[in-house]
């Protein structure tokens, strides 16, 4: 069959028509992430698409100007230079989590025997991409969801060669944390939108990614955080450190339970938007 379209055209022509639904810039940017990693345009893409290719070509518009996001209808994601699979059971992975990852490799470049824990690992790309830059770590991730966590291990198989331990676990059940060993670091980007901040979240968030990881209640928006550093400052080695990610809104909070929990060297960070995104905390080794 013949198209009288080129596969670069096709592609410019999805541009256009996402402009009505996400603007220019960011139209541009998803045309050119499904002419990398559906398409692969490396060579030719003056040539017409034969019927399978203009056939996904279809596929991947309708969906797209349905409102879901362009890494679930390719099914993968970029962080940190590397793909990782995802699924509506994931999040897809976020530049403000790269940040966060990269805060952890800053700290640690000299540091040979770390024992690390993901709380919550979602699509893994936190403990993962930890365990590719040190492969010399002993990696554990811990994941509510057996759907998540079955995406998680797929990444980590596929990247680390399945050199991580990760398990089904409740970050907020003190009896899933007691089979860890005594740990250098604990890591997480638990949910921490508030309920009543569901309205300022886009729709293609609200509408695809998984409400478990991202909503907390409005009565108690800081229960990841308070749960996960009471469980952290039992399981940590003393120095250890606890990293999150945070609310822009609620950082300044995260960072004051955490000195209350006994926490020190307590200090936030900011995303390269400004917004106070990361905070970090140390167990103290008195």
């Not at 940190?80 to 989590?97: D, N, Y």
């Not at 057996?146 to 060669?161: F, K």
């Not at 998984?210 to 009471?230: K, Q, S």
């Not at 909070?253 to 970090?280: H, N, P, Q, W, Y």
Request: proline share 5%.
């Amino acid at each position: 069959m013949e198209y009288n379209i080129t596969i670069r055209q096709l592609l410019s022509d999805l541009a256009d028509t996402l402009k009505s639904v996400y603007g220019e810039g960011e139209a541009s940017s998803i045309a050119r992430i499904v002419a990398e990693d559906a398409f692969h345009l490396k060579g030719n893409a003056d040539r017409e698409p034969d019927e399978e290719e203009y056939n996904r070509y279809l596929g991947i518009r309708h969906r797209l100007l349905c409102g879901e996001p362009v890494q679930y209808v390719l099914g993968e994601a970029d962080f940190f230079g590397l793909k990782f699979s995802v699924s509506t059971a994931t999040l897809i992975p976020r530049q403000e989590t790269e940040e966060l990852v990269a805060w952890v490799l800053e700290e640690t470049a000299d540091q040979k025997d770390i024992h690390l824990l993901d709380v919550g690992l979602g699509s893994g790309c936190i403990a993962v991409t930890i365990g590719k830059k040190r492969p010399y770590w002993t990696i554990y991730g811990m994941e509510a969801s057996p759907e998540a966590l079955a995406v998680a291990q797929r990444n980590s198989d596929a990247l680390t060669g399945g050199n991580t331990h990760f398990f089904q676990g409740d970050a907020l059940k003190k009896q899933d944390w007691q089979n860890l060993p005594a740990l250098d670091i604990v890591i997480s980007n638990p949910p921490y939108i508030p309920a009543a901040e569901r309205p300022l979240v886009p729709d293609h968030v609200v509408n695809h990614e998984p409400h478990l990881a991202l909503f907390v209640t409005d009565e108690d928006p800081l229960i990841f955080y308070r749960e996960i550093a009471d469980s952290s400052i039992e399981k940590l080695k003393p120095g250890g450190r606890l990293y999150f990610e945070c609310n822009e809104f609620n950082a300044g909070e995260v960072a004051g339970m955490l000195r209350s929990a006994g926490f020190t060297e307590v200090e936030c960070r900011k995303d390269i938007c400004g917004a106070d995104r990361m905070v970090r905390a140390t167990k103290t080794s008195l």
